[in-house]
């Protein structure tokens, strides 16, 4: 079999044609620090990296709502905490209160202070978290607590 010479020179092109493709392939590799750029590179490797940035994205969607929830349970230990003091101090006036050696003037006193201790605790209720949501109003995103023209208090949530 005869080789001519533009066979020889047509297959010494492409030989050249294929080592500048490899060579593409690599400095692209080496640029972007990834040996699968996309799909036809490597279909196995694809799907497996696929697989796992999917992973990562749940797992830092899943970090996120634990920081959220962590960050709404501090809010109502606070809250909670405070209406305690709030409670605990309504206790007390109700024992001063009781007391029969108080006049009417102390008495008055104790009353504006059981007054201003009920509003507390109704801001208290009606407090909101760091995502706007009430925190006592369960999954209705409503006011948690209403004030009837009566005075009354109401759990609207």
């Given at each position: 079999?005869?080789?001519?010479?533009?066979?020889?020179?047509?297959h010494a092109?492409?030989?050249?044609?294929?080592?500048?493709?490899?060579?593409?392939?690599?400095?692209?590799?080496?640029?972007?620090?990834k040996?699968?750029?996309?799909?036809?590179?490597?279909?196995t490797?694809?799907?497996?990296?696929q697989?796992?940035?999917r992973?990562?994205?749940?797992?830092?969607?899943?970090?996120?709502?634990?920081d959220?929830?962590?960050?709404?349970?501090?809010?109502?230990?606070?809250?909670?905490a405070s209406?305690?003091?709030?409670?605990?101090?309504?206790?007390?006036?109700?024992?001063?209160?009781?007391?029969g050696?108080?006049?009417e003037?102390?008495?008055?006193?104790?009353?504006a202070?059981?007054?201003?201790?009920?509003?507390?605790?109704?801001?208290?209720?009606?407090?909101?978290?760091?995502?706007?949501?009430?925190?006592?109003?369960?999954?209705?995103?409503?006011?948690?607590?209403?004030?009837?023209?009566?005075?009354?208090?109401l759990?609207?949530?």
């Amino acid at each position: 079999m005869r080789i001519s010479t533009n066979q020889l020179y047509s297959h010494a092109a492409s030989q050249i044609t294929g080592l500048s493709i490899d060579a593409n392939t690599l400095q692209t590799q080496i640029a972007t620090n990834k040996r699968v750029n996309a799909p036809s590179d490597d279909a196995t490797a694809w799907r497996r990296i696929q697989t796992l940035n999917r992973a990562d994205a749940n797992s830092a969607a899943d970090a996120a709502n634990v920081d959220l929830a962590q960050t709404i349970l501090g809010e109502t230990d606070v809250a909670l905490a405070s209406a305690e003091k709030q409670l605990q101090r309504a206790q007390e006036l109700a024992l001063q209160g009781a007391s029969g050696t108080l006049n009417e003037t102390d008495r008055a006193a104790i009353s504006a202070e059981l007054d201003g201790i009920v509003e507390e605790l109704f801001s208290l209720a009606n407090q909101a978290d760091v995502r706007g949501q009430p925190l006592f109003a369960g999954a209705t995103g409503d006011t948690a607590y209403v004030k009837q023209d009566d005075g009354t208090i109401l759990f609207a949530g």
